[in-house]
Structures are given as C-alpha cells and as structure tokens.
C-alpha cells in the first residue's frame, strides 16, 4: 500500500485566495483525520470521519475551515477565504475501528498564506 | 477533559546511551490507548510504540520500549543504543476507546525534541 496520499506538499497563496487541500487515505480504513500542526498550538485535530460521515468538527477553527468526503478514498480540507494564521502543516491521516490501532499520518501539506 | 503533558521541550543523548521521554496525562477513562510518534525533520509522523491500558506489561519494539504506570498516570519512552537517526521530536498521544456515539478523543502532547550528539 501507498499510505496516506496528500497534494500538494506545498502551497503558496495570497490573503483571501481559496485553498483546497486533498487526501486519500489508505485502503480499507474507514477512519480519517486532518490535523494541523503549528509552533504554536502543536498538533491538533481539525475533524474526523467515519465511513466518510464526519463525526466531530469541533477542531475545527472558523466557518472558513469546511472538510469533505465525498467517498472511502477522497478527502478535501477547504479554506475559504484563506488568512495568513493559516500557515500550517496541514496532517491527513487514517486508521481502521477497533483495538489499538494507531492513525497512519500523510506526508503533509505545508501552507504558506502571504 | 483528557489532557497530555510532555514536560521536556528537548533533550540530548550521547549516541549508544539511553534516554527517557516522559509523559504524563490525565484522565477519568479506565480504557485507553497510548501511543509514542516520531516526527523527523521530513515531518513525518511516524508510530514508535503503542500501549492498551488494560495491558500491565510494557510495550517494548527493538530499542524502543515504555514504561507504564496507569495509576500514575506516566507513559515514558526509553530509547536504548540511541542512534543518530532518533534525532527526531516526539510525541506521545492519547486515544480513547469510541464512546457509544462512535466519537472518541486522539490529544497529543506538545512534543520532545531529541537531540543525539555523535
């Protein structure tokens, strides 16, 4: 298996540019993850899905943030409009239900809003 | 609210020593899970080691193994024959069980940054 496939791993925009940000998680899991991951606040959950149903948007920072997954194998993290305290590397991840199974981590998106 | 505590924004380790992470967490769940990542510079996240509460042995996987105290809440990692690769910030995290809801919580500690000196 591939693992968890993010694009793009790196992005460069402008204040108030939409951002779209894609994932496909590994096979046969049916849990998948964004984080966002900063200097300042560490790593955090953005939101989850279960068979792509999501299932807590808590993390979730403002109403610019909105996430998607339209099916097993996709998954979008939208920012519209994007602000430069979005800067971030921005975590895919996925695992399967049950036991102690850990999440398996994407390569990450590292966004850069100017 | 579950929280996790590294304590240690960094450390070094001479190459082939030992070292030891600590973590703390707080929690009224008697089920859980714990887990060790490695992040390198790549930023890659990568699973180290991982820990069910109900067990009482520690994990242990190569040079890397925890130690467990679930009534002190502590889940530290020793890294054995420390090695330049280590180098790394690590991070240890929490899972819970999925609630009746299907919703569970994954929080992550601050993180560790590993210095191995040659």
């Known amino acids: 298996d591939a693992g968890v496939i993010q694009s793009p791993r790196h992005e460069v925009t402008e204040m108030g540019q939409e951002v779209t940000l894609r994932c496909k998680p590994i096979?046969?899991?049916?849990?998948l993850f964004w984080y966002r991951q900063t200097m300042m606040r560490g790593l955090e959950l953005l939101i989850y899905?279960?068979?792509?149903?999501?299932?807590?948007d808590s993390g979730m920072p403002e109403d610019r943030f909105s996430a998607k997954m339209p099916n097993a194998s996709f998954s979008t993290l939208k920012i519209q409009p994007s602000e430069p305290r979005d800067s971030a590397v921005y975590f895919c991840?996925?695992?399967?239900?049950?036991?102690?199974?850990?999440?398996?981590f994407g390569p990450g998106t590292r966004l850069t809003v100017l | 609210a579950q929280t996790v505590t590294q304590s240690q924004p960094e450390m070094s380790v001479q190459e082939a020593e030992t070292v030891t992470l600590s973590c703390t967490y707080d929690t009224s769940e008697s089920d859980y899970y714990l887990f060790w990542y490695k992040q390198p510079p790549s930023r890659q996240m990568i699973l180290v080691i991982r820990q069910e509460a109900y067990k009482q042995q520690n994990a242990t996987e190569n040079r890397f193994s925890v130690n467990f105290q679930k009534a002190a809440k502590s889940f530290s990692l020793k890294i054995s024959d420390s090695q330049l690769g280590d180098a790394a910030m690590y991070f240890c995290a929490y899972r819970s069980l999925p609630f009746t809801s299907g919703t569970y919580k994954y929080i992550f500690g601050t993180g560790t940054r590993l210095k191995v000196l040659a």
């Open positions: 096979s046969g899991h049916d849990y």
């Open positions: 899905f279960n068979n792509n149903v999501p299932i807590d």
């Open positions: 991840a996925s695992s399967t239900s049950g036991g102690p199974r850990p999440e398996f």
